[in-house]
Nanobody, 125 residues
Framework: QVQLVESGGGLVQAGGSLRLSCAASGRTFSSYAMGWFRQAPGKERELVAAIRWSGGSTYYVDSVKGRFTISRDNAKNTVYLQMDSLKPEDTAVYYC??????????????????WGQGTQVTVSS
């Protein structure tokens, strides 16, 4: 089992920045791929960014490319999401998740087995 706790959400004006953190505990953090998801009211939960266990491979949904950066510190059991140039459409609850299924499963929402409780990000115009 892996326990995940997000922090760093809040209210920010458009064009501003936030840094989300996700602290993991439990089984070996470094063996998991980690993802950041978001869910806005009335919309499906979508994968925003993901990073493989080594940090050598990352994925970003097109709408955040060039603005968001995912990173991980395996020594601290923590994954981060740096969000810059925020837009009102980035408003959502952001979730951290983990998967150890390997292969290409890190790109698919349903392949993530462990989830945090979520943190609210609100971007005002």
């Amino acid at each position: 089992q892996v326990q995940l706790v997000e922090s760093g959400g809040g209210l920010v004006q458009a064009g501003g920045s936030l840094r989300l953190s996700c602290a993991a505990s439990g089984r070996t953090f470094s063996s998991y791929a980690m993802g950041w998801f978001r869910q806005a009211p009335g919309k499906e939960r979508e994968l925003v960014a993901a990073i493989r266990w080594s940090g050598g491979s990352t994925y970003y949904v097109d709408s955040v490319k060039g603005r968001f950066t995912i990173s991980r510190d395996n020594a601290k059991n923590t994954v981060y999401l740096q969000m810059d140039s925020l837009k009102p459409e980035d408003t959502a609850v952001y979730y951290c998740a983990a998967t150890d299924r390997g292969g290409s499963n890190w790109l698919y929402r349903r392949k993530y087995d462990y989830w945090g409780q979520g943190t609210q990000v609100t971007v005002s115009s």
